[in-house]
């Protein structure tokens, strides 16, 4: 079964960090480009941040660029997202998500994780 | 920008379409996702018109000139949600989301 579970989410003072994890299993994680997105209270969907399957391309949103960093493990199965300087509006549900396999050469999100909440007060 | 309507309500055995409007958005592919409250994201549609396994054949999207619609039928209970289409913006290297329809199923 093919498994997506975020952890590291929790209360930070603006300014601060945090450090999110994806840690996913039942599908080959070296051969799949992976997505953060993330969900602010009652809104809807942003995308953060995009990183392809061997780390050679990265893509953020401007909303977090300079201040955020994904980055991977293939050899842990694991997607990481680095939050530096936090802003109230950084608050939100944050999901990992796998790009599509269906039709690899396409940006879209095939399986998600269920989340972890960043608080920044 | 996509553009979509906040909400839209039909009967249950009818057909709810949903829409995300852009300039010439039929030479993007448009991606589709459900939302249940309290849950994450599900793909029901991809690249324009594809369904992945599990989703019902009665999820099926098309896109056309201006406006990619979302279109389920014999609507059920179950499939109140908030729906999200999706593009990637090839000149920005950037995904971008609508801000989601609220299907209402009366």
């Known amino acids: 079964e093919v498994q997506l579970v975020e952890s590291g989410g929790g209360l930070v003072q603006p300014g601060g960090s945090l450090r999110l994890s994806c840690a996913v299993s039942?599908?080959?994680?070296?051969?799949?480009?992976m997505f953060w997105v993330r969900q602010a209270p009652g809104k809807g969907l942003e995308w953060v941040s995009y990183?392809?399957?061997?780390?050679?391309?990265?893509y953020y949103a401007d909303s977090v660029k300079g201040r955020f960093t994904i980055s991977r493990d293939n050899a842990k199965n694991s997607l990481f997202l680095q939050m530096n300087s936090v802003r109230d509006e950084d608050t939100a549900l944050y999901y990992c998500?796998?790009?599509?396999?269906?039709?690899?050469?396409?940006?879209?999100?095939?399986?998600w994780g269920k989340g972890t909440t960043v608080t920044v007060s | 920008v996509l553009t979509r309507p906040p909400s839209v309500s039909v009967a249950p055995g009818q057909t709810a379409r949903i829409t995300c409007g852009a300039n010439?958005?039929?030479?993007?592919?448009v991606h589709w996702y459900q939302q249940k409250p309290g849950q994450a994201p599900i793909l029901v549609v991809y690249?324009?018109?594809g369904r992945p396994s599990g989703i019902p054949e009665r999820f099926s999207g098309s896109n056309s000139g201006n406006t990619a619609t979302l279109t389920i039928s014999r609507v059920e209970a179950g499939d109140e949600a908030d729906y999200y289409c999706?593009?990637?913006?090839?000149?920005?290297?950037?995904?971008?989301f609508g801000g989601g329809t609220k299907l209402t199923v009366l």
């Open positions: 998500a796998r790009q599509g396999i269906q039709n690899p050469t396409r940006y879209y999100m095939d399986v």
């Open positions: 690249v324009n018109s």
């Open positions: 010439n958005i039929a030479s993007e592919t």
């Open positions: 039942g599908f080959t994680f070296s051969s799949s480009s």
């Open positions: 990183i392809s399957s061997s780390s050679s391309v990265i």
């Open positions: 999706q593009v990637w913006d090839s000149s920005t290297n950037h995904v971008v």
